[in-house]
């Protein structure tokens, strides 16, 4: 069969291309390098689990094993749910000496938009032009004007519930009905806001659906019921992923063919029309070869793997691998930036019942350099989290039971403040291949060199004290030692945010791609998942990856009808 489009990757950004693609007319080609996962019919569906969640933790002997860098996403690591997260015994990688990196994946159908928080922020105008302003990277090649109809296009279809909050620098967006804020949330809203005239304290935005709309219906839909089982897999479809919204909706065209199990090593590339023809790659389960052509390419495997893919497809014309004379494919890798959860006990409200069962926490958007200036740092952070009675992460610090069934009864309230911070460019923070080891299926494994610098550590200890004073101005006691939280910085890759290593910008001597997401040395190449990003922001970016897939799919359909590509 001929192709027009392949599409590398299931994830989040490859389920837009492919749907929107697919919806332009093309035949479209996914290539997944994991299992095939069926909606429904392969979630786990043991209520109980959600009730004896210790029972069904992957054991620790294993977990050193198969996932000894997954301690960042060890909530939601279980035994019902371990074929979500790809083990890194099978799938190695390796690290620069004294700079651990966690990299954390889920090689299935879908990918990690099974098992994502589902926090969906847009970026504000400023941060594509902080670039520009503080010299750190290369200018983006466009601005939140360029991107705004497509944060419309994709939120209308994903399903984001939010608040209208009209902050400048977290702008509204197409919202589903918000969830509510609990009382101790309430009371601490006021207290915050009225001792930091300057911070906002908001419900979080997911992409769970509150409500439901004829959009979500087609493609079989349904409201979320706030099980909180999300990690698992939804059912229902409650909660926005590839399987449940985009590849149906894709595959409703009669246009996509998947083929899973297959594990793209290298793009090919025709040197006498300079264009990609299509992709090598090996079968996962036989370690058989195949070769396929398509008309345009678009590499979605996430930043490390897309930039992995580039890196080892070599030739004469690109002898440092393809779309890469600049020398930017693999550098500038990016995450957010953590240090540890500052919580505090909240006193009263012992005869309220926390139900622990919305889909979404708190969040305090960035105030450094929009509403507050002369920081001791660069760029900025939000907070996340919450308050609750029967929360695992305070329970832990407490000292308290971390089970799920229990009811909080007897239980103090808590409230948790957990800062994401923006990393800065940084071209020595890079992904190379390993000159030493290689994965079973013959491919080099990427080498992981990356650091926080002198900004990262010095935004941290700000945030942990900030968040230390807000639980205190909110009523809280009994407070987490901001200087001890606050040293305690997350290695790189724990926030699970990896990008920025085939960035976009205006120079082809500086940047691998151009303002659509599109190589500038190999037209019809284009990339748009983490990989694209030009800085980090502070803002959770999958929906910032939606929007600039579906802009990308657009145009490269465009192109393809005007006969450019």
């Known amino acids: 069969m001929q192709f027009d489009a392949i599409v590398v990757g299931s994830g989040i950004s490859g389920g837009w291309v492919a749907k929107e693609l697919c919806e332009r007319g093309l035949k479209v080609l996914m290539l997944e390098r994991g299992p095939d996962i069926e909606h429904g019919a392969d979630y786990s569906h043991d209520l109980a689990a959600r009730l004896r969640r210790r029972d069904d933790q992957v054991p620790l002997d294993e977990r050193n094993l198969h996932y000894p860098y997954y301690e960042g ?14 083990s890194d015994h099978d799938y190695p990688y390796e690290t620069a000496p004294g700079k651990p990196y966690r990299w954390i994946r889920g090689y299935h159908l879908g990918g990690r938009s099974l098992t994502w928080w589902r926090q969906s922020y847009r970026w504000a105008p400023e941060d594509f032009e902080s670039n520009l302003k503080d010299g750190h990277g290369v200018d983006w090649p466009i601005r939140y004007e360029d991107l705004s109809p497509w944060y419309d296009h994709v939120e209308a279809f994903a399903g984001i519930s939010g608040n209208y909050d009209e902050i400048p620098h977290l702008p509204d967006g197409d919202f589903l009905p918000p969830y509510p804020l609990n009382c101790v949330e309430e009371v601490a809203k006021e207290r915050i806001e009225a001792a930091f005239p300057t911070r906002r304290m908001v419900i979080g935005r997911a992409a769970n659906l509150s409500r439901v709309t004829k959009a979500h219906m087609d493609v079989g ?3 979320c019921e706030q099980r909180m089982r999300c990690v698992h897999g939804c059912p229902l479809g409650g909660y926005f992923s590839s399987l449940a919204a985009t590849l149906p909706a894709a595959k409703a065209t009669g246009n996509l063919t998947i083929v899973t ?7 090919e590339y025709d040197p006498a029309t300079g264009r990609a023809t299509g992709v090598r790659a090996v079968n996962r389960l036989t370690k058989e070869g195949h070769t396929y052509e398509a008309r345009i390419v678009f590499l979605n495997a996430s930043a490390i793997n897309t930039a992995a893919i580039l890196l080892n497809s070599t030739s004469e014309a690109f002898p440092r691998g393809l779309a890469n004379g600049s020398d930017q494919v693999g550098r500038n890798l990016m ?3 953590s240090c540890d959860a500052v919580i505090g006990r909240y006193p009263g409200f ?8 919305r889909p ?19 760029r900025g952070f939000g907070l996340q989290g919450g308050a609750g009675r029967t929360r695992r992460i305070e329970a832990r610090a407490l000292g308290g039971s971390e089970r799920e069934d229990d009811d909080g009864g007897g239980k103090p309230w808590t409230f948790s403040l957990m ?7 940084d071209p020595n923070n890079r992904v190379t291949l390993s000159n030493t080891r290689s994965d079973n299926w013959g491919m080099r494994v990427p080498y992981i060199d990356v650091a926080h610098g002198k900004n990262e550590y010095a935004m941290m200890r700000e945030a942990a004290r900030d968040a230390a004073e807000m639980l205190k101005a909110a009523g809280c006691v009994d407070i987490t030692p901001w200087e001890k939280a606050g040293e305690k910085l997350k290695p790189p890759g724990d926030r699970i945010h990896e990008m920025g290593t085939a960035r976009m910008g205006r120079d082809p001597a500086t940047s691998v791609l151009n303002g659509w997401c599109q190589a500038h040395e190999v037209p ?9 990003m030009t800085s980090s922001a502070n803002m959770n970016p999958s929906l910032t990856y939606m929007a600039l897939s579906a802009r990308a799919a657009n145009r490269a359909a465009d192109l393809l009808k005007e006969g450019a590509l």
Request: zero cysteines; glycine letters at 6%.
């Open 335 to 337: 995450d957010h930036l």
């Open 360 to 378: 979404t926490g708190i969040y305090i958007p960035r105030y450094a350099g929009t509403t507050e200036h002369d920081k001791p740092y660069l």
């Open 221 to 223: 839909r349904h409201r």
């Open 524 to 532: 019809n190449l284009f990339v748009t998942d983490g990989a694209a």
């Open 73 to 86: 996403v060890a909530y939601a690591l279980f035994e019902s749910n371990r074929k979500f997260w790809a």
């Open 261 to 267: 199990d297959m594990i793209v090593q290298a793009v």
């Open 419 to 425: 800062p994401f911070g923006e990393i800065l460019p």
């Open 350 to 357: 012992n005869d309220v019942h926390d139900p622990a069962d």
